[in-house]
Each structure stands twice: as C-alpha cells, then as structure tokens.
C-alpha cells in the first residue's frame, strides 16, 4: 500500500516519464491530490469574480429601479432586470481562459502518470487523449456563444447543440478513461515493461 508522500514523489519525479507502467494505489493518490490542488485553484480564481459581478449586478439593479427587481434574503439572492443586459454577465472569456489555464495545468501533472497507468493495464497511452477533442470543442463553442470569438455566429440552437452534444461525448469519453485507469493491471510483466508491484 503506497502512502500520499509516496505516490506524490513517484509521481512528481516521473512528471515526464511516459515509459514504464504505474501502479493502481500510486495513481489513484496523486490524481486525488491533483484534483483537490485544482479545485482548491479554481475556488480562490472564481470565488472574487463571481462575488464581484453580483456586485455589478446589485449596483444595475439598484441604478434602474423602474426596470429591475432584487429580492435578497437568508441564502437567496434574485434579480429580474427588464432588457438586453449581456453587460452584466461576466466577462465568459475570463471565466474560459481561466478555466482551461487550470485544466492545462492539471492535464501536465497528470499526463505521465495516466500513461504509465494505462500501460500497466496493457493499453496505450495515447488513450490518455480520448477526453481532450470534446474538451476543446466545448470550450470554443462556449466562447462562440458568448461572443468572445471574432466569427459570426451562427444560430444559438446550433451552438448550443454542439455545446450539449460535446459536452456528453467528453464525459462520456472522461468516464471510459476512468474505468481504464481504476483497473486493476496485468499480473506480471508485459510489452511496457515489468509488473511495478513485483
């Protein structure tokens, strides 16, 4: 059984090792610590801009009376603001940029060790890369969507179709990985080298 401190040095001292095969336990907590790093990131990246656009919003609201309503209360918070009020929502190509910077990062940290993982269970480790194509077409349709992009844009039913259909196909695709990286590996050695438990 590998501790936390373990996995996490095996794993960052192969951060570029693609060769050679990893072990279930190893991987399952460096990429549990991984995830929780990036959660941790994404809370301290979104939390202020989120917290900062209720505040725009609040400040619209209060300007327009005639035209908006807020109601607040013990966990509630709802506007209504009569018209085109895009403005107010925010800045989507932030939000997106910020986002994929965090999954790059975490993609680095963990596309060695999920390689080393699949070969342990006898497979590619281009497979790793299943996820990433829906990825990328979620996140341009996404800033398509909101304008971001310099292209005209087609109709909102179009985007939003790919958005939702590239949205299932990489969650589908990202569980498929997971139920290749949580098996257990081959027994002894095979084509990407020995068995790491023996």
């Known amino acids: 059984m590998w501790s936390i401190m373990d996995a996490l040095e095996r794993n960052f001292l192969g951060l570029f090792r693609f060769g050679g095969r990893e072990p279930r336990d190893s991987f399952v907590l460096y990429a549990m610590a991984a995830f929780a790093l990036a959660v941790l990131v994404m809370i301290l990246v979104y939390v202020p ?3 900062d656009s209720m505040v725009v919003v609040r400040d619209a ?4 009376p005639p035209t908006a309503t807020l109601i607040t209360g013990r966990g ?4 209504d603001i009569d018209g085109p009020n895009l403005h107010l929502v925010p800045a989507v190509g932030r939000i997106v940029l ?6 790059l990062v975490l993609a680095l ?11 342990d269970r006898g497979r590619s480790g281009f497979g790793g890369l299943l996820p990433f194509p829906f990825l990328l077409i979620s996140f341009v ?16 039913s179009l985007l939003l179709t790919v958005l939702l259909l590239a949205n299932l ?30």
């Open 169 to 198: 196909l990489y969650l589908g695709s990202l569980a498929l990985l997971g139920h290749c990286l949580i098996g257990p590996g081959e027994a002894g050695g095979n084509r990407f080298g020995p068995d790491p438990l023996a």
């Open 49 to 51: 801009l989120l917290l």
């Open 141 to 156: 349709s996404l800033l398509w969507l909101a304008g971001d992009l310099p292209l005209p844009t087609p109709p909102w």
């Open 98 to 103: 910020g986002a994929t910077v965090i999954i």
């Open 109 to 119: 940290l963990l596309a060695a060790s999920v390689s080393r993982r699949l070969h």
């Open 76 to 79: 509630l918070w709802l506007f």
């Open 61 to 64: 609201v209060r300007d327009h």
